[in-house]
Nanobody, 120 residues
Framework: QVQLEESGGGLVQPGGSLRLSCAAS????EIWDGRWYRQGPGKQRELVASITRGGSTNYVDSVKGRFTISRDDAKRTMYLQMDSLKPEDTAVYYCNAVGSDYLGDQYDSWGQGTQVTVSS
């Protein structure tokens, strides 16, 4: 079973930056497609950014130009760099990855969530 461990959330002022990390374990697992979701207060979960094994990325319109998704395959880790943060970015952020586990079977796993709060 592949597990995802998230980190990097916190409290920042508007205009600030945070970098979220999502590490897959065991390290032998391979990440194919990675995604970051978020769920704000009283809102449904939405897809924020995605990245393929080839490095192709997509973003929801509201974060384009401010957020950057990336991956480090050697570390089996995905990142979400968040710049120019706005109060409306406040949410619990979840990572999701699909790939090949240590048995060679496909997996679909989720991180535990990390809180991002943007406030003055």
């Amino acid at each position: 079973q592949v597990q995802l461990e998230e980190s990097g959330g916190g409290l920042v002022q508007p205009g600030g930056s945070l970098r979220l990390s999502c590490a897959a374990s065991p390290i032998i697992a391979e990440i194919w497609d990675g995604r970051w979701y978020r769920q704000g207060p009283g809102k449904q979960r939405e897809l924020v950014a995605s990245i393929t094994r080839g490095g192709s990325t997509n973003y929801v319109d509201s974060v384009k130009g401010r957020f950057t998704i990336s991956r480090d395959d050697a570390k089996r880790t995905m990142y979400l760099q968040m710049d120019s943060l706005k109060p409306e970015d406040t949410a619990v952020y979840y990572c999701n990855a699909v790939g090949s586990d240590y048995l060679g079977d496909q997996y679909d796993s989720w991180g535990q969530g990390t809180q991002v709060t943007v406030s003055s």
